[in-house]
T-cell receptor, first 114, second 116 residues
Framework: DSGVTQTPKHLITATGQRVTLRCSPR?????VYWYQQSLDQGLQFLIQ???????AKGNILERFSAQQFPDLHSELNLSSLELGDSALYFC?????????????FGPGTRLLVL | AQSVAQPEDQVNVAEGNPLTVKCTYS??????LFWYVQYPNRGLQFLLK??????LVKGSYGFEAEFNKSQTSFHLKKPSALVSDSALYFC??????????????FGTGTRLQVTL
């Protein structure tokens, strides 16, 4: 158990809908990262937050947004969902102080868009 | 831009034999290199990382990896494979000069199959 929690574990929704994925980082970690894992794209970095502020951005679509709250949990919002958004979404966390520190991953949320 | 290549989609090895999972990287400047393992329906678990210093890094579950700067490689190894090592293995790289705005770039993964 990495100490990173994600809810829900599974999500089934329809095209055009909006969903929110939630992540709680390990105790003491200030950085949260979101990744998307799909069969065709592999594991892709989406976005990083550090202590409530956006720190780095990857291949995140404009239909997707994220935020980190004062209690350090993070939410990833996916809107106008398309079939191609079906994937496993991971959250990871780290202390956020050093570039070489390990990112610890949560169990993921499996999203199925029908 | 940084990138990671894992040239083998799958590696097959018999239990008790040594295993190697290959990884090469491309990054501007010095790299920080990581190996993660993913079991079915689970998240990624950290195995080991290279920051600096000794080129041979030891990690969890008897795994080790060798950093080779001239060949830009970071191959994962284990002297004696177990059936329970069967999983999906990911190599990842981060450029050392990006500070804490730290994008981790992953390879496509290598499936390790260990048979009796």
């Amino acid at each position: 158990d990495s100490g990173v929690t994600q809810t829900p574990k599974h999500l089934i929704t329809a095209t055009g809908q909006r969903v929110t994925l939630r992540c709680s980082p390990r105790s003491g970690d200030l950085s949260v990262y979101w990744y998307q894992q799909s069969l065709d794209q592999g594991l892709q970095f989406l976005i990083q937050y550090y202590n409530g502020e956006e720190r780095a951005k990857g291949n995140i679509l404009e239909r997707f947004s994220a935020q980190q709250f004062p209690d350090l949990h993070s939410e990833l919002n996916l809107s106008s969902l398309e079939l191609g958004d079906s994937a496993l979404y991971f959250c990871a966390s780290s202390a956020g102080r050093q570039p070489y520190e390990t990112q610890y991953f949560g169990p993921g949320t499996r999203l199925l868009v029908l | 831009a940084q990138s990671v290549a894992q040239p083998e989609d799958q590696v097959n090895v018999a239990e008790g034999n040594p295993l190697t999972v290959k990884c090469t990287y491309s990054v501007s400047g010095n790299p920080y290199l990581f190996w993660y393992v993913q079991y079915p329906n689970r998240g990624l678990q950290f195995l080991l990382k290279y920051i600096t210093g000794d080129n041979l890094v030891k990690g969890s579950y008897g795994f080790e990896a060798e950093f080779n700067k001239s060949q830009t490689s970071f191959h994962l190894k284990k002297p004696s494979a177990l059936v329970s090592d069967s999983a999906l293995y990911f190599c990842a790289v981060r450029a050392a000069n990006t500070g804490t705005a730290s994008k981790l770039t992953f390879g496509t993964g290598t499936r390790l199959q260990v048979t009796l």
